[in-house]
């Protein structure tokens, strides 16, 4: 579905990706895990168009999206729910959700009641502006707006960040349920132990670099990976 | 019934104030440009009306034919100047402002001498004046305040309700997001321009009609105030920038009313001044803090 092949990406002058190949099929959940600047929001940015790579080449359901602008991405099934959430915050709920469907024609009813059903605190919170959501509605009107696109796969940055533990097992529910519903995800994570558990597949990443890959399972119970981002 | 009439007057031209402050504020709103060249646009927008009604043409052929050009220019503008600059800091977006401002002036001078000519007003507005009690209102002022209204309340339906301007409010938030969500920035920057022009280009024809001269220089000192306006009213913000033309309209009044009409221009930057060393946020704008 998603085929990454060899991508360089530099910033200036530093050499930020390094030769990474990876694939995503069709209705997997695939993790990308890896320390703090490793590089993970610069591939999930790349292929969504936020930047360029070098060289090497990104195909989409068999079209070449390498040198696609951004916006045309969107259109082409492939939703980027990106680090820090980054909603509209000075724009209410709905307007953010709206703006999710923007290359649809005209907001879906559907569509919203079926964002409403998966986050229904959303719903109560729809004509509020989106800077006075907590932190986890934020992330889950952030999933929500991505979803509005009615996306074929999804990518989501760092869906757990700075949130409390029973929250981030509640996102990682929705991801879940996401999957089984037909959405294709790519998943990037600091929090390799919860990714590990609902991933089919995962890759890790080192400075630029893809050392590991392996099934979620088997990436788990590695000692490798329990010593470096497991803890223990 | 002094105040009143000094009140309809401050009105009159805080609202041409606010027209192009308008202009200022969006475009800053959507890619942090101070473009100087706003108030050259609305020169060149005075001189395609003077030469429609020169021509003896009808002054609402005029009126289009000068929004238009000031649209077309200033798109034309943000393609060929601001938009090779994307990625550029933005110490070099400003110094291309500067730079566009200066051709244009040049240009006009280049086109149309340096002599000022003078604006068939009455062909535009008739110079009736209602007289009200003690007090009298010219139609100029009247069309201006009127005109203005139905253009702030139009702007902000647009902004507002519109997907193209729900679009503007999420670029000028944030840029990267607003692609992820397949919103086209490029064509909703241009659309900013283009919105913003068309104000200026209704202002230029307000502006023109209370102070009759057309001249290459006349949109600096009138773009420079209306940059104060939008200053005062907190750059970036829509409702700020109505705000703050109306105050900096009803403060030069209020100078020339106590007869110092001479100062009417230091108080103006004054006003910038203070503004800069107390609330560089003005009136409604905000610094943005983000929740992680």
Redesign the interface.
């Known amino acids: 579905m998603l085929k990454i092949n060899d991508i360089n990406v530099y910033y200036g002058p530093i050499h930020a990706i390094k030769g990474v190949s990876f694939e995503v099929h069709p209705g997997e959940i695939v993790a990308l895990i890896g320390a703090n600047g490793a590089g993970k929001s610069t591939i999930l940015k790349t292929i ?3 930047l360029r790579p070098k060289t090497g080449s990104i195909t989409f359901m068999d079209t070449d999206i390498t040198k696609m ?4 991405i ?2 082409q099934g492939l ?2 729910c ?1 680090e ?1 959430r ?6 209410t709920v709905m ?1 953010n959700l ?3 469907a ?2 649809q024609k005209g907001v879906d009813e559907d569509i919203i009641e079926s964002v409403f059903a998966r986050f229904p605190r959303l719903k109560e919170r729809r004509r509020q502006v989106a ?1 006075t959501l907590s ?1 986890g509605e ?1 992330q889950m009107l952030a999933m929500g ?2 979803l509005m ?1 009615r996306p074929k796969m999804i990518m989501l940055d760092e869906p757990s ?2 949130l409390a533990p029973l929250l981030v097992e509640e996102i990682f529910d929705i991801i879940k349920t996401l999957n089984e519903s037909g959405t294709t995800v790519l998943l990037v994570e600091q929090n390799a132990g919860m990714a590990l558990e609902i991933a089919h597949r995962a890759y890790v990443l080192e400075t630029g670099r893809i050392t590991l890959s392996g099934t979620g399972k088997e990436l788990a119970t590695s000692d490798e990976i329990k010593k470096a981002y497991l803890g223990g | 019934m002094l105040l009143l009439s000094q009140l309809i007057n401050g009105l009159q031209l805080g609202s041409i104030y606010a027209l192009v402050a308008l202009g200022y504020s969006m475009v800053y709103g959507i890619i942090m440009l101070l473009n100087f060249a706003h108030g050259d646009i609305i020169m060149a927008g005075g001189y395609i009306a003077v030469l429609i009604l020169t021509a003896g043409r009808n002054p609402v052929l005029a009126i289009i034919l000068a929004i238009i050009g000031c649209v077309l220019l200033s798109v034309l503008i943000e393609k060929v100047a601001y938009k090779p600059l994307r990625s550029a800091p933005r110490i070099s977006l400003l110094i291309t402002a500067i730079g566009v401002s200066l051709f244009l002036q040049n240009m006009a001078q280049l086109l149309f001498t340096a002599n000022a000519r003078s604006f068939p007003n009455t062909v535009v507005i008739p110079a009736i004046n209602f007289r009200i009690g003690s007090i009298n209102i010219s139609l100029t002022a009247l069309v201006t305040i009127v005109v203005t209204i139905i253009s702030m309340i139009c702007l902000t339906l647009l902004v507002q309700k519109t997907k193209m301007g729900k679009a503007m409010r999420a670029v000028s938030e944030d840029t990267d997001a607003a692609k992820l969500m397949g919103i086209n920035v490029n064509s909703t920057i241009t659309f900013t321009f283009a919105t913003g022009s068309t104000l200026a280009g209704i202002g230029s024809i307000l502006y023109c009609c209370r102070y009759p001269l057309v001249s290459p220089t006349m949109g600096s000192l009138l773009g420079l105030k209306a940059f104060v306006a939008a200053v005062l009213g907190g750059i970036g913000s829509i409702p700020g920038a109505m705000i703050g033309g109306l105050a900096i309209g009803f403060a030069e009044v209020l100078v020339s009313a106590v007869g110092l009409s001479e100062w009417t221009d230091a108080v103006v930057f004054a006003i910038l001044i203070i503004v800069l060393l107390v609330k560089p946020t003005g009136f409604l704008g905000r610094s943005m803090q983000e929740k992680v």
């Open positions: 969504s168009g936020l602008e951004a916006h045309k969107v259109q939703a980027h990106p820090g980054r909603i509209f915050l000075r724009m307007e709206e703006m999710g923007y290359t800077g932190g934020q707006r991505a696109s960040m700075g």
